[in-house]
Nanobody
């Protein structure tokens, strides 16, 4: 599975953004798909994920503002971020994993990574 994230940019605080991740590979629908983010000087952190069956799971810090969805026909995964905060500034990465429960996802157990997309939130 190859992944390509897009949709990042410079946004004012309070705004919203939708990131997209295009996946290639005929087994896409069987993978859990998710998002991580990494700020300068910090470790890559889990944001949220969606299972092959459509169940979602989010980090507590973002669950009120982040929404993940997937389209298995288009091989796409989306991350909608609302009420953006300067603390959301980071490079956002999409990732794929086969088999792990969403609640156990970490940057150490993903099968595939996409190149990140930068999100910058101005105050």
């Amino acid at each position: 599975v190859q992944l390509q994230a897009s949709g990042g940019g410079l946004v004012q605080a309070g705004g919203s953004l939708r990131l997209s991740c295009a996946a290639s590979g005929r087994t896409f629908s069987g993978y859990g798909m998710g998002w991580f983010r990494q700020s300068p000087g910090k470790e890559r952190e889990f944001v949220g994920a969606v299972s092959s069956g459509g169940t979602t799971y989010y980090a507590d810090s973002v669950k009120a503002r982040f929404t993940i969805s997937r389209d298995n026909v288009k091989n796409m995964v989306y991350l909608k971020i609302e009420s953006l905060e300067p603390e959301d500034t980071a490079v956002y990465y999409c990732a794929a994993n086969w088999g792990y429960r969403l609640s156990t996802w970490s940057s150490k157990n993903m099968d595939y990574w996409g190149k990140g997309t930068q999100v910058t939130v101005s105050s």
